[in-house]
């Protein structure tokens, strides 16, 4: 099946700091890829939507300034937390759609990265 | 966007057969219907997506009446380790939506 990674896997920072998240897909191409926040007990929230080529596209609420997004291939795109708070510190999932999504109208989901900020 | 409607919780018992409807009253004609399964601190598995009637894979079912205003996930003979939350999404990405919003899910708990 089509596999998502995430790296790091969990990060632990210093406030004011930027933190990298990468997202790839290892077996198949996107040209569509997803960023989710989750916190303690709750629901997957969509962040931004990263399309291969151009500007992500944020939800209401998202800072484009403070969460920038990157999708320079068709098999990764990454997410910087830039100047991180502790308010920031969450479960960050991105998901992908392929290429060729067919008859798959399907999302695969990435392991996630747990971000501590101190 | 079609919103969805789930339980917010549900318990169960290992070896038991489990079915969580969900609603999607405003469902689009191009729209799916698909299941996740999410395990605390992982990214969310799919379980399986159907458009219409019935859809079958090794680990679930899913039931789609006539006229698509739910649906429902059927698991077979769970056990604990089919302790998670489980999302139905509804959406179509390929299309003219190209997002899908996560509800709050069903927490299903299995007990020994």
């Known amino acids: 099946g089509a596999v998502v990674s995430q790296h790091p896997s969990r990060v632990i920072c210093k406030s004011g700091t930027s933190v990298k998240i990468e997202c790839r897909s290892l077996d198949f191409q996107a040209t569509t890829m997803f960023w989710y926040r989750q916190f303690p007990k709750k629901s997957l929230m969509l962040m931004a939507t990263s399309n291969e080529g151009s500007k992500a596209t944020y939800e209401q609420g998202v800072e484009k300034d403070k969460f920038l997004i990157n999708h320079a291939s068709l098999t990764l795109s990454t997410l910087t937390v830039t100047s991180a708070h502790p308010e920031d510190s969450s479960f960050y999932i991105c998901s992908a759609l392929p290429f060729l999504a067919g008859g798959g109208n399907e999302q695969f989901f990435g392991p996630g990265t747990r971000l501590t900020v101190l | 966007l079609a919103k969805t409607t789930q339980p917010i919780s549900m318990d169960s018992y290992e070896g038991q057969e489990v079915n969580i409807t969900c609603s999607h009253n405003n469902i689009a004609t191009n729209d799916y219907i698909t299941w996740y399964q999410q395990f605390p601190s992982q990214g969310p598995r799919f379980i399986i997506q159907?458009?219409?009637t019935k859809v079958t894979n090794e680990v679930a079912s899913l039931f789609i009446p006539a006229d698509r205003k739910s649906s429902t996930l059927s698991l077979p003979r769970v056990s604990l380790s089919d302790t998670a939350v489980y999302y139905c999404l509804v959406g179509d990405l390929v299309g003219r939506d190209d997002k899908i919003i996560f509800g709050k899910g069903t927490r299903l708990h299995i007990l020994p």
């Open positions: 159907g458009y219409k």
